[in-house]
């Protein structure tokens, strides 16, 4: 196929990703520099005042935090699932993997909500926790950042499973087998083995989770509460609530660059073991 044909191909698609996406990311830059809500001389003023302000870096700060616990959390329930799922029977691994995708298919509106049944002192954990006396009194797990964790954990699973099942699935189980026949137990051989083998499907998972974790404006604010504040909801605020539209935008902003460079050092990282697979 030449050159001028695929040229012809991706116009399409191109078009499309001009239109819908950096058309709309020249506008928020573009409103972020405005002096006030009417426009006016560009200005990086709210840019500084952003940086300025010691609480609108901790709520950056917070919410970047609260990606990496999730993402951990995710990673460490997430790992041990897709390793089962890679090594399960043809029958059964499709059972299972109907089963990480199926909370996909249930709105997250619907799951958050769920979760905050689940979450109240008197949800089923806390009956749960008395019950087996863990506790002498409920847990205070809804509107607290344990909650808003968990309850995370549970809606991204699936975009930390999914990778890493991909890349176990694509590597060769004599690799195992050898380890072994050498002498490494089962343990050993998957953290030498398994778990440097299925390093880019780890990195991809991470991207994945933190990118979605961080931006869960409904879980964050029906979990959180107005008590913790992150940056999807502090955006709102500005936006909608003190109609500071210029100034939502440079948030906005900072936070996509927030977003970015850490999902380039987690790619940068993922980069290093793309020659194992």
């Known amino acids: 196929m030449s050159t001028a044909?695929?040229?012809?191909?991706t116009l399409p698609l191109t078009a499309l990703f001009a239109v819908c996406f950096v058309?709309?990311?020249?506008?928020?830059?573009?409103?972020?520099?405005?002096a006030g809500p009417d426009g006016g001389v560009a200005t990086?003023?709210?840019?500084a005042a952003f940086v300025g302000d010691r609480f609108n870096a901790?709520?950056?700060?917070?919410?970047?935090?609260?990606?990496v616990k999730a993402t951990l959390v995710c990673l460490?329930?997430?790992?041990?699932?897709?390793?089962?799922?890679?090594?399960?029977?043809?029958?059964w691994q499709s059972v299972l993997i109907f089963l990480v995708v199926l909370p996909i298919l249930t709105s997250v509106v619907v799951r958050t909500f769920s979760w905050i049944v689940i979450?109240?002192?008197?949800?089923?954990?806390?009956?749960?926790?008395?019950?087996?006396?863990?506790a002498d009194e409920p847990l205070r797990l809804l509107y607290s950042e344990a909650g808003v964790i968990i309850v995370l954990a549970q809606v991204q699973m699936p975009l930390m499973v999914l990778p890493i099942l991909t890349v176990l699935?694509?590597?060769?189980?004599?690799?195992?087998?050898?380890?072994?026949?050498?002498?490494?137990?089962?343990?050993?051989?998957?953290?030498?083995?398994?778990?440097?083998l299925s390093m880019p499907?780890?990195?991809?998972?991470?991207?994945?989770?933190?990118?979605?974790?961080?931006t869960a404006f409904v879980t964050q604010t029906l979990i959180g509460g107005a008590r913790l504040i992150y940056m999807p909801l502090f955006i709102y605020q500005q936006a909608v609530g003190a109609n500071n539209w210029p100034f939502a935008a440079a948030i906005s902003v900072i936070f996509m660059v927030a977003v970015l460079v850490v999902v380039a050092v987690l790619n940068g990282f993922g980069r290093r073991f793309e020659k194992h697979v």
């Open 201 to 214: 499907g780890i990195i991809a998972g991470c991207i994945l989770t933190y990118a979605a974790s961080i």
């Open 44 to 47: 990086i003023g709210h840019y």
């Open 23 to 34: 058309a709309p990311l020249c506008v928020l830059v573009a409103l972020s520099l405005a």
């Open 119 to 134: 979450l109240g002192r008197h949800g089923l954990l806390n009956q749960i926790v008395l019950g087996l006396g863990l």
């Open 76 to 91: 460490l329930f997430g790992f041990p699932v897709a390793w089962i799922c890679a090594r399960a029977h043809v029958r």
């Open 169 to 196: 699935s694509r590597i060769d189980s004599n690799l195992f087998d050898a380890s072994q026949a050498l002498g490494a137990g089962q343990w050993r051989t998957l953290w030498r083995v398994a778990v440097p």
């Open 5 to 9: 044909s695929t040229t012809r191909l």
């Open 58 to 67: 901790s709520i950056l700060f917070d919410t970047l935090w609260l990606g």
